[in-house]
């Protein structure tokens, strides 16, 4: 209860910025990260997979790990404090749906293990230049990221920093990221390489 309240407070404070450095790790390159004193390793851990693929259902709140076509495991999640409809710009506290992938891992996120989302995608740079909330240079920029599967610009209008992060759930409480426990947050930072595509569906 302590730790999910400051991670709220910190939330409101900073949105779901990660401040720590990122980095892009191997699954398996976790030696220098803190174990919770309540997490227990079981036999329930995700296995190693060969098609890993996420789906996030924001209305059930849950996120599905495939690999390929069978559902290995589901994770309860809390979204952004806005959680009905397409995150539009910055700041609006909703949670993107689509198509995205797996762009960093983040070992030293404030809200304890993160792996980053890569909005914006194409259809929100072409959306965000359409309404005028993006030039034609920032636009180019993010298609450009998307087709070589790297970090999207995070700093415009149409917003970013948008993870898979700990700090736990029960409440809508993020600024669009999607919570989850710390213990389910370390199974799929362990399990999830970078690359990996997730789809994000109301």
């Given amino acids: 209860m302590y730790r999910f309240a400051v991670a709220c407070l910190c939330t409101l ?4 910025a990660d401040t720590g450095t990122m980095q892009s790790r191997s699954p398996n390159d976790i030696s ?3 174990r919770p004193a309540r997490f227990i390793a079981s036999n329930d851990d995700l296995p190693q997979m060969t098609s890993p693929r996420l789906i996030i259902t924001k209305r059930d709140r849950k996120l599905e790990v495939f690999d390929g076509d069978k559902l290995i495991k589901t994770f309860k999640i809390s979204l952004g404090f806005t959680p009905i409809g397409a995150k539009e710009t910055e700041g609006d506290g909703k949670t993107p749906e689509g198509k995205f992938y ?3 891992k983040n070992a030293k996120s404030k809200f304890y ?3 980053g989302v890569s909005y914006p995608g194409v259809s929100d740079a072409d959306r965000g230049l359409s309404e005028g909330l993006v030039s034609q240079a920032e636009h180019d920029e993010i298609v450009e990221a998307v ?5 999207p610009p995070q700093k415009t209008q149409l917003g970013g920093e948008i993870f898979l992060h700990g700090g736990g759930i029960g409440k809508d409480w993020t600024y669009g990221c ?3 426990t710390d213990e389910d947050i370390r199974e799929l930072f362990n399990a999830i390489p970078i690359g990996t595509p997730i789809e994000i569906v109301p």
Avoid: E, F, M, N
């Fill in 13 to 16: 404070i900073y949105g779901c």
């Fill in 32 to 34: 220098d990260v803190p």
């Fill in 102 to 104: 797996i762009y960093t």
């Fill in 113 to 115: 293990l993160s792996l």
């Fill in 147 to 151: 087709r070589q599967r790297k970090k």
């Fill in 178 to 180: 999607a919570a989850l």
